[in-house]
């Protein structure tokens, strides 16, 4: 999407991501199990808005319009109607048009579509927010509930875990189509549990993965679908975690940037956006992100830049497959060549195109509806100093998101410029 109205991130909050080994969640092997709770979704909700608001100097009375991307609070929390739970979090939104926007794990990335779109027609302060909680379920009862991002009827009975075995699906087909091993997969997921260990934010910030135990299974790392043809290709370090987490942030116009007394140097630029969406009772070959790349031709083609442009960027790695394909489908690298700019190192921090800096789905955690907000919130940390023991050591001038929904059905891509 062209955008004729400037339009510009400055800044925002995202809580720590938490569940299952992070330090500070509360489970049945907790010694504080029974003592204290972990935070509810409205407490993610209210954080998440409340410091966006803080760390921007912006209130609430100032903010026209707001959006929350959340894919499924109904099951994990009995909680739908999140546009009213936003306001709540945040009264000065109080009888202003709020509303939740869901597309599975892209969720996020449509509720900042949203935010630019309202932008172009005129809209000067918006809040874009996410939220999701998905440790209130077993890891079997939330598989179901995650499945609803597939064609229910035809996929759900792959394995009890769905999406598990719909990327397991994926890696094979890739292997076999271009002879990528296990060790050059699990290198991904090595380099996502390097960048969360300096993340303070990061689900995954207390523990550690070496190549040999994710390259291989083992009592560490098992392969743990029921399907016989498909376990052999998903191992738990190639998953995304279950976390629950928010994120929010300010966007703003031109004439929002003066009203709210920022300047362009305290502010990211939005230059591009692109949102493309495949067809969910059908399947393309599966060795490629098909609606993605179609997604970042358009975008390459309305910023007039290429992939050789960016400078930094946070890619969709619901599972350690996925940002191989990811590279590919944005064009960073060529069919079947992803796997060495992991390998050659090009995609660590230090690297001349650093991915998942702060590390991804993967190490950083994947509350559903948070991720696509935290990616851009992530660009904007990067380019301007923010990041800390993960910070790149020159700041990036371009950066782009890409936050996918489902098995490639729902695709956000956003480029941004860095002004200062």
Known sequence: MALPRRVFVIGGHTTPFIGKKHPDFIWKRHPDFGKRTNPTLEDYITAAAQGALDATGTTADQVEKAWIGNFVGELFSSQGHLGAALVGAAPGLRYKPVMRVEGACASGGLAFACAVESIQAGTDVTMVAGVEVQTTASARTGGDYLARASH???ERGLDDFTFPA????????YRDAFGVSEEDIGRVSVKAYANANKNPLAHMRSVTMDLETAAGE???????????ELNPYMKMSDCSQVSDGGSAMIVVSEDGLKRLGKTEADAIEVIGLSHATGDLWTDDDESRLHTTAAAAERLYGET??????????EVHDCFTITELLMYEALGFAGPGQAAALVREGRTDISGDIPVNTGGGLVGFGHPVGATGVKQVLEIFRQMKGQCGAYQMPTLPSVGLTANMGGNDKTVVLGMYRNLG
């Open 152 to 154: 229910y009827a035809r």
């Open 304 to 313: 007039g830049l290429a992939a050789s442009d960016v400078g930094v960027a």
């Open 166 to 173: 719909l990327f397991a699906r994926r890696t094979k087909v």
């Open 218 to 228: 083992g009592p560490r790392n098992p392969c743990f679908l029921a399907n016989e």
